[in-house]
């Protein structure tokens, strides 16, 4: 969706290296979601962020919400090759409405 | 636990059929969603519905129609099915749309029209 970008839309990096990954938004994102897929695979869910200034960690991987609910980044720290796939933000943009719409995605390599 | 379920899971169709993709949940959830994923696109809001007997149209509706006559099941219809709906189908639900935990998945649909 344009209306989420995410950045960059590809990333090729070496094992044990850090990265972020970053969601846009030129509205409030309300609930926002990261998650990932591996390829040909489902979703897994990662984290979800509500308020600004929000950041929530799981192993490797942190989330923020920025304090004007417009920007989330996803920083992964010395990075596994477990963490190769496509990562996706998820929100509602339209003030609760339920209308939930995703990002392009990131795909994320990472090379022994 | 059965979670969200998505039928059938790969479908070869020709252009012109028609067909249903049916999502039921067993964890009593309002919200319902309809989703396509394409190479390079991420995904897609199709339809999405806020409770039962509700729907309404998300980023890319056209072509497609939904039903939601029960809470627990959500339809997604193809009239007539064209070459460029080939793609992968999620389904997904949550307990209320943005404020709430996860958002849970189907493990998708391949839908290829020839």
């Known amino acids: 969706s344009q209306e989420l970008e995410q950045s960059p839309q590809s990333l090729i990096v070496q094992e044990g290296k850090n990265l972020t990954i970053n969601c846009t938004s030129s509205?409030?994102?309300?609930?926002l979601y990261w998650y990932k897929q591996k390829y040909g695979e489902g979703l897994i869910f990662l984290m979800m962020?509500?308020?600004?200034?929000e950041e929530k960690s799981h192993e490797k991987i942190t989330a923020k919400l920025d304090e004007k609910k417009q920007q989330s980044s996803l920083h992964i720290t010395a990075s596994q090759p477990s963490h190769a796939g496509i990562y996706l933000c998820?929100?509602?943009?339209?003030?609760?409405?339920?209308?939930?719409?995703f990002g392009q995605g990131t795909t994320l390599q990472v090379k022994p | 636990n059965a979670g969200v379920t998505q039928t059938p899971k790969f479908r070869v169709l020709k252009t012109g059929q028609s067909m249903t993709l049916l999502c039921a949940q067993d964890m009593n959830h309002e919200y319902m969603y309809w989703y396509r994923q394409d190479p390079g696109m991420g995904l897609r809001l199709i339809h999405y519905s806020v409770g039962e007997g509700t729907t309404a149209k998300g980023e890319v509706p056209d072509g497609y129609n939904v039903s939601r006559l029960k809470k627990q099941n959500f339809l997604l219809g193809l009239e007539s099915a064209a070459p460029s709906q080939t793609s992968v189908y999620f389904c997904?639900?949550?307990?209320?749309?943005?404020?709430?935990?996860?958002?849970?998945f189907g493990e998708g649909s391949r839908l290829t029209v020839l």
């Open positions: 998820g929100a509602d943009v339209e003030s609760n409405t339920g209308k939930l719409i």
């Open positions: 509205k409030t994102l309300y609930g």
């Open positions: 997904a639900s949550s307990l209320i749309a943005g404020n709430t935990g996860e958002l849970f």
């Open positions: 962020l509500q308020k600004g200034g």
